[in-house]
């Protein structure tokens, strides 16, 4: 029975977890459980699979778990051997976030790009570079419409760079496993198991420390997206105040306010064509959200297909 159940929990990472939720909540009570006890933890279907596959049974009492000592053997030598498979090399993983060479190379020109909004010479380097692509853009629309362009592009971008390099919601993940050996360890503490809350506050470190590194892991797709926002951004800026070309930014028509100075400011530093850019740059967010809503799923199922 214990191969067995060892076996059907290692194969089976979610009816694991409920087992061992289960198992915690009757032991922290009289030793029984209901549906109730365990809804806010526990799906529906992972309690009618802990009831098919008879590790719950029913007793006049309420349901208990058939083997509990089984059941907890089961549970621990499972995460023994995560937190083995999980030993220094992941908690280097987690102390970088996962992020290789090209990554780090990668975040110091994104902050040496940033740092050139404050240092004129290499605004106006990045600036006059950027023009020879961006410069044809601009000769062909209307300031007003190149700002619009260049922000839906720069989003599409940087909703694209983060599709493709976070792995699902990794911060979202980390911070439910952390949840749920936080109520295992409450458990633990309430039953007097020393030796189980001491196994667990380790594990509850070690999910601290990959919390730390999805939280480093969803900056990749930022410093990438950087590296062509920044330069976009600082042309747009350098396009503003050079004299050869600060005469089309200022005669444009913004759409609904009519003719307007985009140079002036509104709020503070803010200038026209800045709260224009963002605006912008806000609805194509949006926007490209909802798409990726709807086609998202169609695509999935047409992936599957193949």
């Not at 404050?118 to 961006?134: E, I, K, W, Y």
């Not at 980390?174 to 633990?188: N, S």
């Amino acid at each position: 029975m214990d191969e067995t159940l060892r076996e059907r929990l290692d194969g089976d990472e979610a009816l694991a977890d409920a087992a061992a939720t289960v198992l915690d909540r009757a032991e922290s009570g009289d030793g029984t459980v209901s549906w109730a006890d365990v809804s806010d933890a526990v799906l529906a279907e992972q309690w009618g699979r802990l009831l098919e596959s008879e590790l719950l049974v029913a007793t006049e009492a309420g349901f208990v778990v058939d083997d509990p000592d089984a059941v907890r053997a089961a549970v621990e030598d499972r995460d023994a051997a995560a937190d083995s498979d999980d030993g220094p090399a992941d908690a280097d993983d987690a102390d970088t976030g996962g992020w290789s060479a090209a990554d780090k190379l990668a975040g110091v020109a994104a902050l040496g790009l940033m740092a050139s909004y404050q240092v004129p010479v290499a605004r106006d380097t990045v600036g006059s570079t950027a023009h020879l692509l961006l410069g044809p853009v601009e000769a062909a629309l209307p300031f007003g419409a190149t700002v619009a362009l260049l922000a839906v592009a720069t989003t599409l971008v940087s909703t694209t760079l983060r599709r493709r390099l976070t792995d699902g919601n990794p911060q979202k993940v980390a911070k439910e496993r952390l949840e749920t050996v936080k109520e295992r360890l409450d458990a633990a503490r309430e039953r007097g198991d020393d030796e189980a809350v001491e196994r667990l506050q380790s594990r509850q470190q070690e999910l601290m420390l990959e919390q730390l590194g999805a939280m480093k892991q969803m900056l990749r797709p930022m410093v990438y997206a950087m590296l062509v926002t920044v330069p976009v951004f600082l042309w747009i800026s350098w396009l503003t105040v050079n004299p050869a070309a600060a005469i089309t930014p200022a005669v444009q028509v913004l759409p609904i306010a009519g003719r307007v100075v985009w140079t002036a400011k509104l709020v503070g530093p803010l200038q026209v064509w800045t709260v224009w850019y963002i605006a912008c740059s806000i609805v194509s967010g949006l926007a490209s959200k909802r798409v990726a809503k709807r086609v998202g799923p169609a695509v999935s199922k047409c992936r599957s297909a193949v």
